[in-house]
């Protein structure tokens, strides 16, 4: 803590990145909604983590019908979260305590009470007539084509000033934005200089394959029923029915990532991190959008973020896939975040002990090849939150309830004092419930309690800074199954090996009778190496050196 920021251009590479969810971090006026000044207040039990940079959800001005994702002005912070003010110290103080800011960037779509789609709305001869994605009916007065919203039903929204359809990807509300209009993206790009300019350190960019479609508008193709996977939207989305070749992930985009690249390489150490929603080509789209040094600087697909559980098998799948088609892209890997169910609750149903597999599946995470975010509450083990109808706010779940219960059980407050009101979020009702199994996992519990997952996670993220290997070093794997998985990490003359037990059953990786091997200390999991044969007990993990 206290440390000065560099100006490392490569700060990003192998960071640690740790995700805010404003609205249910911190409140600090009694309004039952988390703000900046909360999140002010709580920086250093990130920088207690062991963190590298903080990425913020949304706090523009927004009428947060999808709470913070459909922005009605770029430049401003919803009154909810609190003034520019506030944020500037924000930035200054996480900068003060070693933190780097990123912000989510959310420019595919805009708000529909953005001025700018009022304008375009109004005429189809105004200025920003073609700012959004405008297109006549057809004969019979159905939409353009079947592109799908991932919201459900159409992407398309009659409007009855223009006579005719606009695209939405997701809430009517949202249209989206014309990248094909070159002065959209100086628009754009603009916005994001501008928060550069007010201190920002990068951007986490929503949506980042959905800028473009394809003029024509042709039709999606149908996906064969066994190609369908609930990666991008649930399985109870017709969403999942189309190969969406034509509504995004377009060759386009590639120009204007350069574009935007451009802008951030303007500033001395500037980075960004792509959201990839491609059901079908997901890695093979962040290693375009990342190889080389022209367009953003990593991005996750939802490989980790999906349903299915994870695996050594898959891990190895995964990790081998983008290696094989990224030459020198670079991935940033998350478990959770603010639109899928809580990894402890996702994966970790059913399992022996779940405190004990998080905690394996941490070391895990911060071993992978690539940078990692942390969604918050992740380093308490938090669960996923099991709301009743009357409490969901989400207008996903509540459009899929309930065999989809939409994303307001993984986005529940912060919970900081067990003891206190609402788990030391709010002095009012919280706009989300805490629950209340939530409340003996409470920062003030964990802290400082040896074996707590909170500590797991401190001395983890610090085992991975003492051992650059971890940090930025290539990969190759010694053996994957089920339950194990082994590989090295290695930089320079430096290699570690790495093993985990993903499950709650002894197991043994064999190097070889005539392999040495040395551990490594300080991570804090179980695990012994003899004879070139490491043994691993349930959900642990072992870390060291050969020869």
Request: hydrophobic letters at 40%; a negative charge.
């Amino acid at each position: 803590m206290g440390a000065e920021v560099t100006t490392d251009k490569d700060w990003w590479r192998g960071a640690v990145i740790y995700q805010i969810y404003p609205r249910s971090y911190q409140d600090s006026d009694g309004d039952g909604i988390g703000d900046l000044r909360g999140i002010i207040r709580r920086l250093p039990h990130i920088a207690e983590l062991g963190a590298d940079a903080i990425w913020l959800s949304p706090f523009f001005t927004s009428p947060m019908l999808d709470f913070g994702y459909d922005v009605s002005d770029y430049r401003d912070i919803d009154p909810m979260f609190g003034t520019l003010k506030d944020f500037d110290d924000l930035t200054a103080e996480a900068h003060r305590l070693g933190l780097k800011v990123m912000i989510d960037l959310v420019l595919s779509h805009s708000s529909d009470q953005h001025p700018w789609f009022k304008e375009s709305r109004s005429s189809r001869s105004n200025p920003r007539a073609d700012w959004y994605v405008w297109a006549d009916a057809k004969p019979d007065g159905t939409p353009p084509n079947n592109w799908l919203s991932i919201f459900g039903g159409s992407a398309w929204q009659w409007d009855t000033r223009r006579q005719q359809y606009y695209l939405h990807n997701f809430l009517a509300e949202q249209p989206d934005l014309n990248f094909h209009n070159r002065d959209v993206q100086d628009a754009l790009l603009d916005v994001t200089r501008y928060w550069l300019e007010r201190g920002v350190d990068g951007f986490r960019l929503d949506t980042i394959n959905f800028y473009f479609h394809s003029q024509g508008l042709e039709d999606n193709p149908a996906l064969p029923p066994h190609e369908r996977n609930d990666q991008t939207a649930p399985a109870v989305n017709p969403y999942n029915y189309q190969d969406h070749i034509y509504d995004k992930s377009r060759p386009e985009n590639l120009e204007f990532l350069r574009r935007f690249r451009a802008v951030l390489d303007e500033f001395p150490a500037a980075a960004s991190v792509g959201e990839v929603g491609d059901a079908q080509r997901g890695l093979q789209i962040v290693a375009d959008y990342t190889g080389g040094s022209e367009r953003v600087h990593m991005c996750y697909a939802f490989d980790f973020l999906e349903p299915e559980k994870i695996s050594g098998s898959k891990v190895r799948r995964v990790l081998e896939a983008f290696q094989d088609v990224a030459g020198d892209g670079w991935s940033c890997w998350a478990f959770s975040n603010h639109d899928v169910v809580r990894h402890a609750t996702r994966w970790g149903k059913g399992e022996a002990d779940v405190g004990a597999y998080v905690k394996v599946l941490c070391a895990l995470l911060m071993s992978l090849r690539g940078s990692v975010c942390i969604y918050e509450g992740e380093e308490l083990g938090l669960t996923e939150a099991d709301l009743r109808f009357e409490d969901l706010r989400d207008p996903y779940g509540i459009r899929f309830w309930p065999e989809f219960k939409g994303r307001d059980g993984c986005r529940t407050p912060m919970v900081w004092e067990a003891a206190s009101a609402h788990g030391g979020f709010s002095s009012a009702q919280p706009w989300l419930p805490v629950p209340p199994e939530h409340l003996p996992l409470a920062v003030d519990r964990q802290s400082g309690r040896d074996g707590s997952v909170l500590e797991h996670y401190r001395r983890v993220l610090a085992f991975r800074r003492a051992n650059p290997a971890l940090v930025s070093g290539d990969m190759e794997f010694l053996f994957a199954d089920a339950d194990v998985v082994a590989f090295t990490r290695r930089l320079g003359n430096e290699e570690v090996v790495c093993a985990f037990n993903l499950g709650a059953a002894s197991a043994t990786v064999d190097l070889g009778a005539g392999t040495a091997l040395t551990p490594l200390d300080g991570h804090g999991l179980a695990g012994g190496a003899a004879g070139g044969s490491i043994s691993l007990g349930a959900y642990g993990a072992w870390f060291g050196r050969r020869g």
